[in-house]
């Protein structure tokens, strides 16, 4: 495969360790696909609100790391490969898909950061598995860090922070719902239900690590 003349200048990364590749090499080392770590093995849950939740990666280790640099400003260079991990643990159920959507950020959290990477990570999948993105939730309030919240407060925290983008139009469809990582899955299982209410067929959750 040739190799562009911005991977000379910028060598890639290794999406789990970090460390700098040949040029054309990609997107895991070699000592990284060594061990095991580029053939992801497809997570499943099922929730309340959601037919099932699936990620290639449990959310820990040298996954969880990923997830953290997927989330700085400077991660951006995980997306593709984050994306073509989650498009293929979606494989199975890429028929059901009408389109994508993802979990969006108040307004507070956007204009702080300038991106979304929950939207970035959505469209690519969606890109990936032929089928159409969109934005169909907003959030209406700032949740805070849910991670410093127990499994039943998360539930609590996060009811009633999504609603329904005006025009959105779900009815008889269904949906893939994109976050980066699912932990408890209150977020995905809250925006779910709005989906559903608002009249979805069906809800599927995906993410690039999901929590054991």
């Known amino acids: 495969m040739p190799v562009s ?5 910028w060598p890639p990364r290794c999406f789990f360790c970090d460390e700098v590749m040949k040029a054309g090499e990609g997107p895991v080392c070699a000592s990284c ?14 929730g309340e609100f959601y037919a099932s939740a699936r990620a290639p ?10 997830v953290v640099r997927l989330k700085r400003p400077d991660g951006a260079y995980l997306l593709k490969p984050a994306a073509d991990f989650i498009a293929g643990a979606c494989e199975e159920e890429k028929e059901e898909y009408a389109l994508a959507t ?12 300038g991106f979304n990477r929950s939207e970035e990570l959505a469209r690519l999948v969606a890109a990936r598995l032929g089928i159409p993105a969109e934005g169909l939730l ?9 991670g410093l919240l127990s499994e039943e407060e998360r539930k609590a925290n996060v009811f009633g922070a999504f609603r329904m983008k005006k025009r959105a139009d779900v009815r008889g469809k269904t949906v893939l719902l994109v976050d980066d990582v699912i932990t408890t899955g209150a977020t995905v299982s809250e925006a779910a239900r709005v989906l559903l209410t608002a009249g979805a067929a ?8 999901m929590r054991d």
């Not at 907003?138 to 849910?146: D, Y």
């Open 202 to 209: 069906k809800v599927y959750a995906a993410s690039l690590a």
């Open 5 to 9: 003349f911005g991977e000379i200048l």
């Open 33 to 46: 696909r060594e061990k095991g770590l580029a053939e992801g093995k497809t997570r499943t849950r099922r």
């Open 138 to 146: 907003e959030k209406t309030r700032s949740t805070g860090k849910q």
């Open 102 to 113: 993802w979990i969006p950020l108040d307004l507070k959290r956007r204009l702080a950061r």
């Open 57 to 66: 990666f449990s959310y820990r280790d040298e996954a969880a790391e990923a």
